[in-house]
């Protein structure tokens, strides 16, 4: 079974804001892949199903950005998985916006959602699929990544959207990690 997790913030006042990055992008990689969001448990919305035989769960922490471990250490733990059936996706102002960067580890690099699942696991050895978001220029941080994308940004955001629900797709039907960062980095 592979597990997909995206990161972002409930709440209407945070849809389609910079920060649920992660949850946009499971969400067309849902809708691609006829996946549903029908289960809530431990601390999250979760969507299953079949892909080329490959049990996929795809995982929406219902916590807030910062205690997003509260729901993956125990997915994790509930369902037997290694850390390589892991893939989290994530927001990262260190990129430009259209940009993707796949890693199979490292550390948190500043992002509370990954420390936290970082702190649940114990372990910094899972996959991320990060999305550029670039970085503010003239506002504060959290008024930046709490805001919405312009229409120019918008239409940037939806192809590099695209090329990621490619490459988890990529992912979850086989394909080596290092080919992966390859492909799409």
């Known amino acids: 079974m592979k597990m997909i997790v995206g990161l972002g913030n409930i709440g209407p006042q945070y849809k389609e804001t910079r920060h649920n990055t992660g949850f ?12 549903e969001f029908t289960t809530r448990k431990m601390d999250a919305k979760l969507a299953n ?8 769960l795809l995982v929406k922490p219902t916590t807030f950005m910062n205690e997003s471990g509260r729901a993956v250490g125990p997915l994790m733990d509930f369902y037997k998985l290694e850390i390589d059936d892991l893939m989290v996706i994530q927001d990262d102002m260190d990129l430009p916006l259209g940009r993707l960067r796949l ?9 509370n959602g990954i420390k936290s699942i970082i702190e649940a696991l114990g372990d910094s050895n899972f996959g991320r699929l990060k999305v550029g978001i670039a970085h503010p220029a003239r506002q504060s941080v959290v008024k930046y990544v709490l805001g919405k994308f312009d229409t120019d940004q918008q239409a940037t955001f939806n192809q590099v959207r695209d090329k990621a629900v490619s490459a988890l797709g990529d992912w979850v039907a086989g394909a080596q990690f290092s080919d992966l960062m390859n492909q799409y980095n």
């Open 103 to 111: 890693r199979d580890k490292g550390s948190a690099g500043g992002h």
């Open 49 to 56: 199903g079949t892909m080329n035989g490959e049990k996929v």
């Open 24 to 35: 946009m992008v499971l969400d067309s990689f849902a809708a691609e892949n006829g996946f």
